[in-house]
């Protein structure tokens, strides 16, 4: 069984910087594609950004040139590098795993990023 666990969220002003983490434990298989998705109060679940196991990366526009994604593959880890945050940004963020070779898809429990002064 896989699962994600989201870590790095909390409160930031605007203008400031987070890092969050998704760990992923079970049985990764090697081609996959892990995202991190937001849903701020009220609003629909949005994607973010994604990188493939090759390293081929998306981002919203929204997020561009903010935002980075990364991951350490031998950690099963995905990092989230927000930058330049702003109020707009607060949300609660998901980590996603999509393991292309069985389409199994998991979900992590989220984790709160609050910008705001």
């Known amino acids: 069984q896989v699962q994600l666990v989201e870590s790095g969220g909390g409160l930031v002003q605007p203008g400031g910087s987070l890092r969050l983490s998704c760990a992923a434990s079970?049985?990764?298989?090697?081609?996959?594609?892990m995202r991190w998705y937001r849903q701020a109060p009220g609003k629909e679940r949005d994607f973010v950004t994604s990188?493939?196991?090759?390293?081929?990366?998306r981002y919203a526009d929204s997020v561009k040139g903010r935002f980075t994604i990364s991951r350490d593959n031998a950690k099963n880890t995905v990092y989230l590098q927000m930058n330049s945050l702003k109020p707009e940004d607060t949300a609660v963020y998901y980590c996603?795993?999509?393991?292309?070779?069985?389409?199994?898809?998991?979900w992590g429990k989220g984790i709160l990023v609050t910008v705001s002064s």
């Open positions: 990188m493939t196991s090759g390293g081929d990366t």
């Open positions: 079970g049985s990764i298989h090697t081609y996959n594609v």
């Open positions: 996603y795993l999509n393991l292309l070779s069985i389409g199994m898809e998991y």
